[in-house]
């Protein structure tokens, strides 16, 4: 450094001795541009991430983006009224909803704001919308069963209270009526429910609503509503604030289950979002974090242990898929972050075969050391018995005369096909659901016709709640059918199809 260097240096530092920061000026900014529902603030270098700021006119933003000399925030609310120049306040807080049992029965929407005009919310506490999961050490492996009292789930593809599961598939297939069906499936049960719809038709949530109210399931569930026609941002929080609501139960002791529809709805609002930040885009003009978008959300649900209390937070996030491509970027996303997948396919629900779970596709990795033992005695050999139909059926397509074992397994195939049909928001208890796979694992399915599986079922099912209650109480005691119980059912069984026959040729 030559002398004239350090002089101008020093005559500097001499020149600006005196002057005191304002300590306030680093909690205050400059609005520097806007457009889009994005501001680009300069001045405001302590902020967070994830911070709420607010501008003039009451607009809240939240802080995304923190760049060396600017700070981009994502508006809640709209730009119209944000100039350049404007002043921007910091509020010190992360984006936070009040959460406790205030919020079952009622909607809100992605702040937590109640939008059913039912007044007020008298929230207890508020909690930050974005948390670290819960640690290894916190957790415990599934062990109790969550039922959805859907047959071809509860049997074959079994869901246990903190996982993860998994609905995936094409654009009107029965995935919303899956995950409503399993809301319906827990009254009466204990568990708190969370219906949070992204991206969706303003008219498929009151759908949803109206339902849940239709069959009494509103008093136990809060349904966070963020509709397609709003910003962004609020699609892109909302799931973070159903699962804060859902943490405070699940901390509480409580058991949850959480619905996310749909999370791709949800990374097309964060690709959005991503895009006006001018981040980079990476495959699908996804942002490189979108993995880390949807697994940090699902981390969040769990099976805590004792020692924490014991709660759990089961969530059902849904996928759609183009013409059943599930290699896509999301999809293939989503399904490794989860315990599983039920495939629906869009061929079978459109033949008839309704709910759509491709057996074959589906799996639940965890959920099987919580399912029943009743279920399992049942249904153990259902799966196997349905890929071998699968099979047999594409290989008979060529052939003309089948030999008669080939037939019979064809044959079978379609009783078991007939029997896990079942009609959208139907619930079936579990008892009822394991007369049901009886039927199967006991060789009564194959003595009737195939149009009359589904009527025999019912009317079994009737008999049974109305003269052999003292059974189902036995196999409700605690789910195991030991040799007398299953004596007994046969002998129920067997007469009751005697009589369903009678009565069919009468
Ligand atoms: P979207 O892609 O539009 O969200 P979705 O995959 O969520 O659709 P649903 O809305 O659940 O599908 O169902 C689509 C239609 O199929 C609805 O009219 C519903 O009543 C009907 N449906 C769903 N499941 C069944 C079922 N098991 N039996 C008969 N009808 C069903
Ligand atoms: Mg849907």
Not at 259 to 270: E, G, Q
Not at 296 to 317: H, I, V
Request: net charge negative.
């Amino acid at each position: 450094m030559n002398n004239s260097t350090e002089n101008i240096i020093e005559r500097l530092k001499e020149q600006i001795k005196d002057v005191k920061f304002d300590t306030l000026s680093e909690d205050i900014g400059k609005v520097f541009k806007v457009g889009d529902g994005i501001a680009f603030v300069r001045g405001l270098n302590d902020v967070l991430s994830g911070e709420m700021l607010r501008f003039d006119h009451d607009v809240y933003g939240l802080a995304l983006n923190l760049e060396e000399n600017q700070v981009g925030v994502v508006l809640l609310g709209s730009d119209t009224s944000i100039k350049e120049g404007d002043t921007v306040y910091r509020t010190n807080h992360v984006i936070e909803v009040g959460v406790g049992d205030a919020l079952l029965g009622r909607v809100v929407n992605a702040l937590g704001q109640p939008i059913d005009g039912m007044g007020e919310l008298n929230t207890v506490s508020v909690r930050p919308i974005e948390r670290v999961a819960p640690g290894v050490m916190t957790r415990q492996s599934v062990n109790q069963p969550l039922h959805t009292g859907i047959k071809v789930i509860d049997a074959m593809i079994p869901i246990g209270k903190g996982q993860r599961e998994l609905i995936i598939g094409d654009r009107q297939t029965g995935k919303t009526s899956i995950a409503l069906n399993a809301i319906l499936n827990q009254k009466g049960q204990n568990v708190k429910c969370i219906y949070v719809a992204i991206g969706q038709k303003a008219s498929t949530v009151a759908m949803v609503v109206e339902k849940l109210k239709e069959h009494d399931a509103l008093d136990y569930t809060v349904v966070v509503s963020s509709t397609a026609s709003e910003l962004a941002p609020l699609q892109y929080i909302a799931p973070y604030t159903g699962c804060a609501m859902g943490e405070y139960w699940m901390d509480n002791g409580d058991d949850v289950l959480i619905v996310y529809d749909d999370l791709s709805k949800h990374a097309v609002a964060y690709r959005t979002i991503s895009l006006l930040l001018r981040r980079p885009a990476g495959r699908e003009a996804y942002p490189g974090d979108v993995f880390y978008l949807h697994s940090r959300l699902l981390e969040r649900s769990a099976k805590l242990n004792e020692k924490y209390g014991g709660g759990s937070m089961t969530a059902l996030p849904i996928i759609e898929t183009q013409a059943g491509d599930i290699s896509a970027y999301i999809p293939t996303n989503v399904i490794s972050i989860t315990d599983g997948q039920l495939f629906l396919n869009l061929d079978a629900f459109n033949s008839g075969m309704r709910p759509a779970v491709d057996s074959g596709m589906s799996v639940s990795r965890v959920g099987s050391a919580a399912q029943t033992k009743a279920m399992k005695q049942v249904s153990s050999s259902l799966k196997l018995e349905l890929a071998t139909y699968h099979e047999l059926l594409s290989f008979a397509q060529f052939s003309s005369d089948i030999d008669p074992t080939t037939q019979k397994a064809i044959d079978h195939g379609h009783r078991i096909t007939e029997l896990l049909k079942q009609g959208a928001l139907t619930k079936i208890s579990h008892e009822l659901m394991i007369i049901s796979m009886f039927l199967n694992k006991y060789g009564y399915l194959d003595q009737l016709n195939v149009k009359d599986v589904a009527p025999f079922e019912k009317f079994l099912h009737k008999r049974f709640e109305a003269s052999h209650q003292d059974i189902l109480d036995r196999i409700k005691e605690n789910y195991v059918l030991d040799d007398a119980l299953v004596e007994d059912i046969k002998q129920v069984v067997e007469n009751e199809l005697e009589s369903f026959k009678i009565a069919e040729h009468a």
